[in-house]
């Protein structure tokens, strides 16, 4: 009590932000986990069903077709994550020259400025059917055969969205993945330069088991970032054609926005919340390093 009166003033400053935080945050976020619980339309009371929303979500085909969606598309986005911007790290990394690392590392990270919808238009725009920069270049090579649409070919549009990006440098990964590199202990690279180690073999037994920490960081950002993700599926393809690119977070979406099914787009969110959760436990479980033990 006294240290509380001591800070008072401390304390009432802070009230302001905890308050919003509060009510932007914890109270629609708890307001969600209520509702999941009931059917909330966009008028009237909503009325208490229980378990009816998730029941009713375990026999939805949309949702049960999205979930094998949403599986390849987040481990399409792990790979993306960690294997080009790791490449990429450890060849500017091995650089001798102080001034090349640093222009490379700028390089990589000026894209980052970019807002991630142009970069989602632009793709958009390369993979048009009639006009697009990836049916040309098949023309200007020689293999109209190949030329189709898209977006717009079930059998092709997820893996047109998983193209997103390439060659997938992200800037936020490789960033941490280079400062990761940075941080190893010089001279236990140079004794294993002594010993007459490839960079190959530094590279798996010194830089990966050394960047757990770092690799850990990075599937967990992407982890939660691929969940959550429906806006370069609402772009690009609207979740068709049919439903072959549809995602449970924009199933959500167009249960809020479009039917007003508020009560059953709450139990999407809620469900979408606890599988990551538990992923990201899994991760922390599963991913320790022998650094930190």
Same mark, same amino acid.
């Given at each position: ?14 009230? @302001? ?11 629609? =976020? ?32 949309? %949702? ?20 080009? @911007? ?23 990270? %000026? ?7 142009? %970069? ?28 189709? =649409?898209?977006?717009?070919? @079930? ?23 280079? =400062?990761?590199?940075?941080? %190893? ?9 002594? *010993? ?12 990966? &088991? ?30 068709? &054609? ?47 390093? *022998?650094?930190?033990?």
């Amino acid at each position: 009590m006294n240290s509380l009166l001591r800070h008072r003033v401390s304390y009432l400053l802070l009230l @302001p932000t905890f308050t919003l935080v509060i009510l932007f945050f914890y109270y629609p =976020a708890l307001s969600g986990i209520f509702h999941a619980f009931t059917t909330w339309q966009a008028v009237g009371d909503s009325r208490w069903v229980g378990l009816d929303n998730f029941i009713f979500m375990a026999t939805d085909p949309f %949702i049960r077709h999205s979930l094998y969606n949403q599986l390849l598309l987040t481990l399409a986005d792990m790979v993306k994550a960690l294997v080009p @911007p790791f490449i990429v790290a450890e060849m500017i990394y091995s650089l001798r020259s102080e001034r090349e690392r640093y222009w490379l590392r700028t390089l990589c990270v %000026i894209p980052m400025v970019a807002p991630g919808m142009v %970069i989602i238009l632009m793709w958009y725009f390369i993979y048009d059917p009639n006009v697009g920069l990836l049916n040309q270049a098949l023309v200007g090579m020689g293999l109209e055969d190949l030329k189709r =649409a898209w977006l717009g070919d @079930p059998n092709f549009a997820l893996g047109a969205i998983v193209g997103i990006g390439f060659p997938w440098i992200g800037a936020l990964a490789f960033l941490i993945l280079y =400062a990761g590199l940075n941080n %190893i202990p010089g001279d236990i690279v140079d004794a294993a330069r002594i *010993d007459g180690a490839s960079k190959f073999a530094r590279i798996l037994q010194i830089d990966l &088991p050394m960047l757990v920490p770092q690799i850990r960081l990075v599937v967990l950002l992407t982890l939660i970032a691929s969940i959550q993700d429906f806006g370069r599926v609402l772009v690009m393809t609207g979740g068709g &054609p049919g439903y072959a690119t549809y995602v449970p977070a924009l199933w959500m979406y167009e249960q809020t926005f479009l039917m007003s099914h508020f009560g059953y787009a709450s139990a999407i969110g809620v469900t979408l919340f606890l599988v990551i959760l538990t992923s990201s436990l899994i991760v922390l479980r599963v991913m320790k390093g *022998d650094v930190e033990d």
